[in-house]
């Protein structure tokens, strides 16, 4: 059985991060380990939140990991916090990789062509020499466009979208997976780098934004991926998982989507 940590806040209320890659990794049969980074309440889409940085702690929790000889086969970073937390994720990966380990990162820092409230450009910076050691990135079109430097646009044509991944290529060798490309079709998908030629895979856009979507995302798809999926078919499987969650989702329900209902079939491996 795969073992995999992964690295994110947690959020006491409101679906995301450790609250939602944990219940989705474990439901795909996947041994889920969690590097908590911060406590919040809530998350920051609410109107207020308190915060409790959880960094000094992970001195504690590497050494005891490595007095009882603890390693991964996979990571999956998410919202991190602040920008310290990128090197002691080197760390964490220098210390506690089992062979072959694969690190996948989602630089969640913004959206929407604006970065989330208490990140600046030194967080972007920061993730910016992270996703260095990764070997699959899930940044959105925002997060892209941070990390290059590129001007944020709303209507993301295929042009747009090659200029930021070949811009990316530049700073990472990791497989590179833009996700909510919107066209001006009503169409929404994700971008997969290819040396030659881009790729994008076209889903249906729904009327409705959804926070919390992507953390989604980012576990369907790393659980698929992890148990041999592939790349694309995980994608495929991610985006339609996330639809599946919108339609589901209760109106009303404005601070993330009812996961919960679709988690239930995705076992399908036993
Ligand atoms: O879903 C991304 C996310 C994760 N964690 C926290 C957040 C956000 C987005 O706003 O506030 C705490």
Same mark, same amino acid.
């Given at each position: 059985m795969k073992k995999i940590l992964t690295m994110q806040d947690l959020s006491c209320v409101g679906q995301c991060s450790l609250t939602v890659a944990l219940p989705i990794l474990s439901a795909y049969g996947i041994e889920t380990c969690v590097l908590p980074t911060a406590i919040l309440s &809530?998350?920051?889409? $609410?109107k207020s939140w308190s915060y409790l940085d959880l960094t000094l702690e992970i001195d504690n929790i590497f050494r005891e990991w490595k007095n009882n000889g603890f390693k991964f086969d996979a990571f999956l970073l998410g919202y +991190?916090?602040?920008?310290? +937390?990128a090197s002691v994720a080197e760390k964490c990966f220098d210390e506690f990789s089992a062979e072959n380990a694969k690190i996948i990162i989602d630089p969640v820092f913004g959206d929407n062509g604006k970065l989330y409230g208490g990140f600046d450009l030194d967080y972007v910076a920061a993730m910016r020499k992270l996703i260095?050691?990764?070997d699959i990135i899930l940044p959105n079109v925002t997060e892209a466009c941070f990390l290059t430097g590129t001007a944020y646009r709303e209507n993301h044509d295929g042009y747009f979208v090659c200029e930021l991944e070949k811009e990316l290529a530049k700073l990472t060798d990791a497989k590179i997976i833009i996700t909510g490309v919107e066209s001006n079709d009503g169409m929404i998908g994700e971008w997969i780098y290819g040396k030659k030629q881009g790729e994008i895979l076209w889903h249906e856009l729904l009327p409705v934004k959804k926070h919390g979507t992507g953390d989604i995302f980012a576990s369907v798809f790393t659980a698929n991926y992890l148990l041999g999926k592939g790349v694309h078919n995980s994608c495929n499987i991610a985006a339609k998982f996330v639809s599946d969650c919108i339609k589901k989702t209760?109106?009303?329900? $404005?601070?993330?989507? &009812? $996961?919960e209902r679709i988690l239930k079939r995705t076992n399908t491996n036993e």
């Open positions: &809530n998350h920051t889409m $609410f +991190l916090g602040k920008k310290e +937390l260095k050691r990764a209760d109106q009303g329900h $404005f601070y993330g989507v &009812n $996961f």
